[in-house]
């Protein structure tokens, strides 16, 4: 079957000559929840950034359910949730869910119904018309989520959604994802918490340095790395790859 | 009710249509943006511009000369209204695109199927629509006051829809470029500001010394003062031609300018 995100030979060279990835290939298949895991640099960012169109590819092809990754088909099919909170301050919670639907085409009726249902579902619906600026910490990443989910994505991205959240609020946001997934929806999710990818995820790539270290089945690595779990895994492949990078300088 | 109830799954195959243009939707959030703030946002510059009218026209204006046949208090209206009107595009898509880049949720943006020509459009829609407002609502207020006519409408609405695309577009260029609010305020109070009143708001460059003269038609906020007073008053300094040229000029090079900055996305994306 077609993999939710193909990505072939993506090399990325920030402005200053920096190379954050190298020449990276993966696949996501339809309907898997995949982590992404590697450390703090390794490029996990940038990769979701080309697939979402707001970081230049230098080299390489992407591909969202077989559609070049800026081609509108593919957009439409992709939700996004960012690392970093961006939302916009002028608007009202109600208005952020509603306006993203609408660059994605929707009706102003449906969008509304839309917003309400999702507000509804991440406990929102008390903020509606209270600006992103006056809402928690935990709120305004619910809200990231259910705006990244107005457009009825296929492929739903969540780079780091549980960095600096509490215990409380982790474990919400991972119910939500499970279910999601359940729903059918591909999810690819970075992290570097170990224990997150070890809850949620079947399939695993470790990124580091800009490129694929290991990727497969959860159960595929421990097996391969002969750990009990994925931060055994993780560690085994970090040290193998350190272990490789001081070779190749010799 | 749960996530998983409120979760269905597009085709990936089915072509992509829109019900209701994203285009638009973008074009409602940037007027709706300034309308939310409408007394900072039009009220304010038309009340500091009527100012002007007053203090100069209408208080000092006895005591000052006819400018070319043309009474004083209503010499000064066309250069008012075409710097309230420039002001309000330019500092409006400056601000609104700066925000949206520093905040970063331009990225919602960006990364939706929005065409790169369609958020450059919808970026820049809010400076026109706020533009075209200031200036209506200076022009019924110019009138009123200092019973300046227009002669001639046809270059007036030309000039307009001029101006308002010009000054759209180098907000929209401002905005991404700037890397920070004093770069933005920068632009507006040691370029903007000075390029307009040396633009000949409040006197005909032909009483300047001849150096003074030649500098002010290198100043491209010259011809726009010029092309609004020959729509106001029937005449100007240059003529109606040379002054809607600059124009075409100016609105076609930035729109050419802005155009490659969306399309590339120079700036706007690493
Ligand atoms: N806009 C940028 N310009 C220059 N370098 C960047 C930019 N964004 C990220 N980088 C660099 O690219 C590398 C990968 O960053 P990133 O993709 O954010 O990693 P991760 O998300 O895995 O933490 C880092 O070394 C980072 O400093
Ligand atoms: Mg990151």
């Known amino acids: 079957m077609r993999p939710a995100l193909s990505v072939r030979g993506f090399t990325k060279t920030y402005d200053g000559g920096f190379t954050a990835v190298d020449g990276l290939d993966l696949d996501v298949p339809d309907g898997s929840f995949f982590g992404l895991l590697g450390p703090n640099g390794a490029g996990k960012t940038t990769l979701i950034g080309a697939v979402c169109n ?18 509108r088909n593919a957009r439409r099919l ?31 009726r ?42 009825e994505p296929r492929l739903l991205i969540l780079d780091e959604p549980t960095a600096g959240v509490d215990v409380e609020l982790r474990s919400e946001l991972w119910e939500y994802t499970r279910k999601l997934h359940a729903a059918g929806t591909t999810i690819l999710l970075t992290t570097h918490y170990l224990e997150e990818a070890e ?21 595929g690595l421990r097996a391969r790395y002969g750990a009990d779990d994925i931060a055994g895994v993780y560690l085994q492949a970090m040290s193998d790859a350190a272990g490789d990078d001081r070779g190749a300088a010799r | 009710m749960s996530v998983s109830d409120v979760t269905t799954l597009p085709d990936p195959d089915a072509p992509f249509v829109e019900d209701r243009r994203g285009l638009l939707w973008l074009c409602e959030r940037e007027v709706v943006r300034f309308l939310k703030l409408w007394m ?40 008012l209204v075409v710097q309230a009107i420039l002001t309000a595009a330019y500092s409006n898509n400056s601000s609104t695109v700066f925000q949206a880049r520093s905040d970063r949720f331009i990225n919602d943006v960006l990364s939706s199927p929005l065409r790169w020509w369609e958020v450059n459009i919808g970026l820049a829609i809010g400076g026109v629509v706020r533009g075209l407002l200031t200036g209506i609502l200076l022009l019924v207020l110019g009138v009123a006051i200092t019973g300046v006519g227009v002669e001639r409408p046809l270059v007036l609405i030309v000039a307009t829809v001029l101006v308002l695309i010009a000054f759209a577009q180098l907000g929209v260029i401002a905005g991404i470029y700037a890397n920070s609010w004093d770069f933005m305020a920068f632009v507006t109070s040691l370029v ?56 075409v000029a100016l609105a076609a090079g930035l729109s050419a300018w802005c155009a490659w900055l969306f399309r590339t996305g120079h700036r706007l994306k690493p």
Not at chain 1, 92 to 100: F, G, P
């Open chain 1, 54 to 71: 707001l970081v230049r590819p230098t080299a390489g092809e992407i591909e969202v359910f077989g559609h070049p990754h800026d081609a």
């Open chain 1, 78 to 108: 992709v939700g996004l949730a960012e690392q970093d909170i961006n939302l916009d301050r002028f608007l009202t919670v109600s208005e952020v869910l509603i306006y993203h639907a609408g660059f994605f085409g929707m009706a102003r």
């Open chain 1, 110 to 151: 449906r969008a509304k119904g839309r917003a309400e249902e999702l507000m509804d579902v991440f406990d929102l619906t008390s903020k509606a018309k209270v600006r992103p600026t006056a809402l928690s910490g935990g709120m305004r990443r619910r809200l990231l989520l259910a705006r990244a989910l107005m457009h």
């Open chain 1, 199 to 219: 809850a949620l995820c079947e399939e695993i790539a470790l990124i580091r340095g800009g490129r694929i270290i290991a990727r497969d089945s959860a159960d």
């Open chain 2, 40 to 79: 900072q946002t039009l009220i304010a510059p038309v009340m500091s511009s009527l100012l002007f009218i007053v203090v100069f026209g209408l208080a000092l204006g006895d005591t000052i000369a006819d400018v070319d046949g043309v009474p004083y208090k209503q010499f000064i209206v066309p250069g």
């Open chain 2, 192 to 247: 903007i500001l000075p390029l307009s009143f040396l633009g000949g708001i409040f006197y005909s460059v032909d009483r300047l010394p001849g150096a003074w003269e030649v500098v002010s038609h290198v100043n491209p906020i010259f011809y726009l003062v010029q092309a609004f007073r020959i729509g106001f008053v029937g005449h100007g300094d240059v003529s109606t031609w040379l002054a809607l040229l600059v124009l």
